[in-house]
Each structure stands twice: as structure tokens, then as C-alpha cells.
């Protein structure tokens, strides 16, 4: 459905996001939205419904029916995922420069403004923004919870706040579907975005803020398995691989775990059990940087081991040397 409103001018930014069960939360983002700086009528929304099966479409009626915001809700897709929502998004976005944001998100007041303020004084940048956990939920913070925390430039773009010329998102066919949920997607669009001429700008004004989100430990390690795909990234994108660690290793950690690892395996000799310090202090700083309980480090190795296990997988099926 579209809102039918006669409007005085053309939006100047367009927000897109994709949604798939999380109608209260979607309903926040959209309250964070009317609270913007940016004039009402000078930004329109697109949300794509993504096969949700809960309240999604009853949130988006009755925000339709208030009338604040230019809305525009297509018919609800096929659970396709969220690249493909994405695209089908911007692809009726009518704005010169289109932001994207998440269902699990809050834009603070002066995130379009900021954005929009960039983007206008360099048409070609990708503009980027800081996110950090909501403040409202920090009590859920801890050993398994999900947010996302970007205080400085990132390589992986991620769309919880990043805006884009539409004109570069044509040029380079938006977001390739062939990538599933949190395997990449928005890192990829970045990199084929910068190839294609986009430059990179970084906005700490333009704030987001992402929910933390609790979960039980297998959730939370299912997160590890995710490695397997982003090794996908270092095969199509070479430049990714400054990332890095060493210009080898995924995380920082798979070092010190190889290296605990081979303090077992030489459990012989009693001057093996050295190489497992950096690894074993490693996992201290961990604990105490999350206010984690100390049983909890054995959590953050398993972590690690199906993490460097899905990593090796991901080298030998995408045929590229990563650890």
C-alpha cells in the first residue's frame, strides 16, 4: 500500500529497511524516525515485509493510517531474505541517496539530517554512521547477548547505518542475493560500491542505535558458523584481506587458540604449556570486558574452536587461505 498524500516536494533521502518479525521493535525504529530533525516531508520510508508471520503488517497499517510519515509499504514478499528485500526497497525509492537502517534499530534525531548534510557535499561518498548498543537495553548486555558497536570507519558497511547515492546502487545492481542472512551481503555491496567509484565518508554525528538483543548460548554460537561464508569475502575481495590478522587469521583469537592447541598436543614436554598463556590472558580480558563470570571463558574458547573450525571450512570450500 502507498500513502496517497499530496506532498510539496520530492524527498531528498529515503530510508529503506527490510523487516521479518520484529513488529515491536519496527514499531521503535518508526517512532525514531518521526523524531527526526530532518523535516517529515523532506524524507520518505520504505519497509519491506520480508514473510513475516507476527503483528508486522498491523504496526505498518496503523503507522500508514497516522499519516506522519511519507510511508511506502509494497505487498509483503516471500521470506527471500534481506538482501533481496533490501533491493526490492530501493528500487522504489525515489530519493537521490537512500539510507539504510535495521528492524532491531533506533536513529537518533540528527541521523538523517547528518547523513543527508554529507551526502550533499559529496554526491559520490557511501556515508557511514556510528552505532552503538541502545542505552535503554544495556542491562541485557553480557557472554551471549547480540548488538553492534561501530564507533570508527568499518569495512563491512554494515546497513544498520550506512547511505548510498541511488545512482550507485543502479550502477552496480544493488545487493547480490546469493548471499544469505549475516553472511556478507552488506560488506560486498560496499566493496563492488567503492570498485564502482564510491567513496568512503565516515559521519560520528549520524547515530544509531542497536538493540541487545539476549540470547541462550547455542544462539549464540551459532554466530560462529558464519565464518564459513565470510571467507566467501577474501576470495571475491581481495582488498578485504588487510583485515586481516596477520593477513591470515580471521580473529585475533585463532593464533592463540592454534598455539593452546599445540600446548596440548605436546603436553609432553612441561615448557609446551607457555604457548596456552597468551591464549588462556586472552580469555581473561575477554570475561572482564563483558562482565562475563569467569565459567563463562569456557564459552568464549568454544567460541573460538567451532569459529576456526567454520573458517577452515570456508577456506576449502571458497578455495582461498584464510585461518
Known sequence: MLDERVTPRAPAMSVVVATHNRSLRLRQLLAGLRAQTLPLDAFEVVVVDDGSSDATQEVLTAEA???DLRLCIPPPVARAGPAAARNAGWR???APFVAFTDDDCVPTPGWLETLL???RRRPDAIVRGRTL?????????GSFSKTIHIDGPSANFETCNVAYPRTLL?????FDESYGAGMGEDSDLGCRALAAGGLPAFEPGALVHHAVIARRPAAALRDALHATDHVRLYKEHPRLRRNLFLGVFHDRSHPLLLAALGALLARRRPEAALLAVPYALHLGKRVRARGARPRHAAFFALFDGVQLLSTLRGARKHRTFVL
Open 65 to 67: 493510517r497516522r499519516g
Open 117 to 119: 548534510d554529507a551526502a
Open 170 to 174: 543502479e550502477r552496480i545492481g544493488g
Open 92 to 94: 522504489l525509492a525515489r
Open 133 to 141: 548498543p541502545n542505552p535503554a537495553e544495556a542491562h541485557a548486555l
